[in-house]
Protein backbone atom coordinates (compact mmCIF):
# COMPACT_ATOMS: atom_id res chain seq x y z
CA UNK A 1 0.00 0.00 0.00
CA UNK A 2 1.15 3.51 -0.67
CA UNK A 3 2.18 5.62 2.16
CA UNK A 4 -0.54 8.97 2.14
CA UNK A 5 -0.20 12.24 4.19
CA UNK A 6 -3.41 13.02 6.31
CA UNK A 7 -4.62 16.54 7.24
CA UNK A 8 -5.48 16.13 10.98
CA UNK A 9 -5.36 19.87 12.17
CA UNK A 10 -4.63 23.49 10.67
CA UNK A 11 -1.12 24.05 11.95
CA UNK A 12 -2.50 27.48 12.64
CA UNK A 13 -4.78 26.58 15.34
CA UNK A 14 -1.50 25.28 17.36
CA UNK A 15 -0.34 27.44 19.75
CA UNK A 16 3.31 26.80 21.38
CA UNK A 17 2.56 24.08 24.26
CA UNK A 18 -0.42 22.82 22.82
CA UNK A 19 -1.75 19.59 23.13
CA UNK A 20 -4.61 18.35 20.61
CA UNK A 21 -5.94 14.51 21.15
CA UNK A 22 -6.97 13.80 17.94
CA UNK A 23 -8.36 10.12 16.09
CA UNK A 24 -6.99 9.51 13.01
CA UNK A 25 -7.20 5.90 11.02
CA UNK A 26 -8.70 4.25 14.23
CA UNK A 27 -5.36 5.79 16.17
CA UNK A 28 -6.05 8.47 18.70
CA UNK A 29 -2.82 10.82 18.77
CA UNK A 30 -1.61 13.63 20.37
CA UNK A 31 -0.22 16.41 17.98
CA UNK A 32 1.72 18.76 20.37
CA UNK A 33 3.20 22.22 19.61
CA UNK A 34 6.40 22.65 20.73
CA UNK A 35 7.11 24.73 23.51
CA UNK A 36 9.67 26.94 21.81
CA UNK A 37 8.53 28.78 19.27
CA UNK A 38 10.54 26.97 16.90
CA UNK A 39 7.32 26.25 15.54
CA UNK A 40 7.92 22.35 15.97
CA UNK A 41 4.86 19.76 15.87
CA UNK A 42 4.79 16.42 17.26
CA UNK A 43 2.33 13.50 16.76
CA UNK A 44 2.95 10.78 19.57
CA UNK A 45 -0.15 7.93 20.57
CA UNK A 46 -2.11 9.69 23.40
CA UNK A 47 -1.55 6.45 25.82
CA UNK A 48 1.49 5.68 27.72
CA UNK A 49 3.67 2.21 27.07
CA UNK A 50 3.33 1.65 30.71
CA UNK A 51 -0.45 1.13 31.37
CA UNK A 52 -2.23 3.03 28.72
CA UNK A 53 -3.36 6.28 30.83
CA UNK A 54 -3.94 8.95 28.46
CA UNK A 55 -0.88 11.44 28.27
CA UNK A 56 -3.38 14.31 26.99
CA UNK A 57 -3.92 15.36 30.22
CA UNK A 58 0.12 15.22 30.76
CA UNK A 59 2.27 18.11 31.61
CA UNK A 60 4.65 19.54 29.12
CA UNK A 61 8.13 20.07 30.46
CA UNK A 62 11.18 21.08 28.79
CA UNK A 63 13.96 18.39 30.15
CA UNK A 64 17.90 17.97 29.76
CA UNK A 65 19.08 15.73 26.47
CA UNK A 66 21.96 14.26 28.09
CA UNK A 67 22.54 13.16 31.53
CA UNK A 68 24.12 15.52 34.17
CA UNK A 69 27.45 13.30 34.12
CA UNK A 70 27.66 13.80 30.38
CA UNK A 71 27.49 17.24 30.45
CA UNK A 72 29.59 18.05 33.29
CA UNK A 73 32.46 16.11 31.44
CA UNK A 74 31.70 18.19 28.13
CA UNK A 75 32.08 21.31 30.51
CA UNK A 76 35.57 19.93 31.58
CA UNK A 77 37.15 20.32 28.09
CA UNK A 78 38.97 23.16 28.46
CA UNK A 79 41.26 24.85 25.88
CA UNK A 80 44.71 25.64 27.46
CA UNK A 81 47.54 26.72 25.26
CA UNK A 82 47.33 29.87 23.40
CA UNK A 83 47.87 27.34 20.17
CA UNK A 84 44.96 25.61 20.97
CA UNK A 85 42.77 28.64 21.47
CA UNK A 86 43.57 29.73 18.39
CA UNK A 87 43.24 27.18 16.31
CA UNK A 88 39.89 26.65 18.14
CA UNK A 89 38.39 29.50 17.91
CA UNK A 90 34.51 29.76 17.50
CA UNK A 91 33.03 31.82 14.65
CA UNK A 92 30.28 34.35 15.54
CA UNK A 93 27.62 32.10 13.69
CA UNK A 94 28.57 28.81 15.79
CA UNK A 95 28.53 30.86 19.12
CA UNK A 96 24.88 32.07 18.24
CA UNK A 97 23.61 29.23 17.13
CA UNK A 98 25.09 27.86 20.73
CA UNK A 99 23.26 30.42 22.69
CA UNK A 100 20.19 29.24 20.95
CA UNK A 101 20.16 25.54 21.60
CA UNK A 102 19.44 25.45 25.77
CA UNK A 103 20.78 21.69 25.64
CA UNK A 104 16.98 20.65 26.42
CA UNK A 105 14.06 18.98 24.67
CA UNK A 106 9.95 18.57 25.08
CA UNK A 107 9.08 16.39 27.09
CA UNK A 108 5.67 15.12 28.15
CA UNK A 109 5.04 13.63 31.56
CA UNK A 110 2.47 10.78 32.64
CA UNK A 111 0.16 12.10 34.63
CA UNK A 112 -0.28 8.63 36.43
CA UNK A 113 3.57 7.43 37.18
CA UNK A 114 5.14 10.56 36.42
CA UNK A 115 7.79 8.76 33.36
CA UNK A 116 8.89 11.92 31.12
CA UNK A 117 9.07 10.69 27.37
CA UNK A 118 11.35 12.51 24.99
CA UNK A 119 8.28 13.53 22.28
CA UNK A 120 11.45 13.65 19.62
CA UNK A 121 12.59 10.52 20.10
CA UNK A 122 10.11 8.70 22.58
CA UNK A 123 13.26 7.92 25.14
CA UNK A 124 12.79 7.70 28.80
CA UNK A 125 14.02 11.37 30.33
CA UNK A 126 15.03 10.56 33.79
CA UNK A 127 13.84 7.64 36.62
CA UNK A 128 11.04 5.40 34.84
CA UNK A 129 7.62 5.26 37.14
CA UNK A 130 9.09 7.11 40.02
CA UNK A 131 5.76 7.81 41.40
CA UNK A 132 4.18 6.79 43.72
CA UNK A 133 6.93 6.08 45.82
CA UNK A 134 8.45 2.18 46.00
CA UNK A 135 4.91 0.93 44.60
CA UNK A 136 5.68 2.73 41.22
CA UNK A 137 8.80 0.26 41.33
CA UNK A 138 6.50 -2.41 41.66
CA UNK A 139 3.99 -1.33 38.95
CA UNK A 140 7.01 -0.72 36.85
CA UNK A 141 7.05 -4.64 36.61
CA UNK A 142 3.34 -5.33 35.70
CA UNK A 143 3.85 -4.27 31.78
Known amino acids: ?6 DVI ?10 VPVTVGGL ?7 LTSDTRLY ?12 LEIGQLVRLPKESPATATT ?10 EESANRWTEL ?3 SLLQQDGCEDCIVC ?21 PPVVGKLTSLVK
Request: charged share 20%; with cysteine.
Open 43 to 54: AIANSCPHLGTP
Open 28 to 34: DLLIIAG
Open 10 to 19: PKTRLSPGEV
Open 74 to 83: AASDVVTTKE
Open 94 to 96: QVS
Open 1 to 6: REEEWI
Open 111 to 131: PLHRTAFALESGQVRGEWCPY
